[in-house]
């Protein structure tokens, strides 16, 4: 198997160095506009070499196509055009929707497989990339029926390789879970974040009173907004409608804490201590191992 990885920060090079590894690609290109994570890429040993799309594609059994999703759905049409018939084209975007409506009546459409494996950090770069990121993760592959079955043999068998547990669902249904499960973890540490910002005039105190639950719960916020922004620009419908909910509750925590009806509180907060039974289950069932 020869492999292109285009984009080379934390999705692309840990997956290039985990199908390298576990023998999955003989050799792996990489393909990156950023010289700077080019040069980090081959220092790194993430990749045996750096190619280009006009030039190499032609050669590869399989592309995978790991960069920002905006950048996805402007490429994904014109590496489809460039591949040979034989060859695989997996995508690892954050939303589906929009990149399979780009490519619905692509000549080459059975030759990509729409993907998004749960697995990343908040961290960016080449220098970001760990091998065993994806280790029993769980992935998406959406419309598999719109993807020939050569091909999501192919796409079933490199994430069987990194030992991911896969879901089969549509693009509408990924986005909405998306929404919900990722993207408004993410405004949510974004917003807080700002929050604390706001208070220049004590921040060094503010961060020496932090413990741990204040730096996980701004973990997220340290994520790349080059990759974020169009995530939440392609799903913003779906993003929208998670957070109008999320405001609805904490509004009625903080009419709980003006109105002074402190025995609400405690519900509000005993109720949500119910996500604990139901993770449990979940992870009982092999489920929601990654972010």
């Known amino acids: 198997m020869k492999l292109a990885v285009i984009g080379l920060g934390l999705i692309g090079g840990s997956l290039s160095v985990d199908l390298k590894r ?18 980090q890429a081959l220092d790194l040993s993430l990749v045996d070499r750096i190619g280009n799309l006009e030039s190499d594609l032609q050669e590869v059994d399989m592309v995978i196509l790991a960069v920002p999703v905006d950048a996805i759905l402007k490429i994904l049409p014109e590496i489809l055009d460039l591949v040979k018939s034989s060859t695989t084209v997996i995508d690892m975007g954050s939303t589906k929707e929009l990149i399979c409506q780009a ?22 770069g080449p220098s970001a990339a760990v091998a065993g990121l994806f280790f029993k993760k769980t992935a998406i592959i959406c419309d598999p029926s719109q993807s020939g079955e050569y091909h ?33 973890s993410h405004v949510s540490a974004f917003a807080l974040a700002n929050t604390v910002l706001e208070k220049r005039s004590d ?6 009173f932090a413990g741990g639950g204040f730096v996980s719960a701004v973990r997220l916020a340290k994520s790349s907004p080059t990759m974020w922004s169009p995530i939440f620009e392609q799903n913003c419908n779906h993003v929208i409608d998670a957070l109008d909910s999320y405001i609805d509750h904490l509004k009625l925590f903080q009419k ?20 604990k039974q139901a993770l449990h289950a979940i992870h009982q069932e092999g489920g929601l191992n990654g972010g």
């Open 22 to 39: 576990l023998g999955f690609a003989e050799e792996v290109i990489g393909v990156d506009n950023d010289l700077a994570h080019c040069k």
């Open 103 to 124: 490519v619905e009546g692509h000549k080459h459409r059975k030759q990509f497989v729409p993907s998004h494996p749960m697995a990343g950090s908040e961290s960016s």
């Open 152 to 184: 999501l043999s192919r796409a079933k068998s490199l994430y069987s390789a990194l030992h991911m547990k896969l879901i089969f669902m549509s693009p509408a249904e990924h986005d909405v879970h998306a929404a919900y499960v990722s993207h408004l």
């Open 203 to 208: 921040l060094t105190t503010l961060f020496d």
């Open 256 to 275: 709980s804490l003006v109105t002074r009806k402190f025995e609400e509180t405690r519900m509000l907060m005993a109720k949500a201590n119910q996500i």
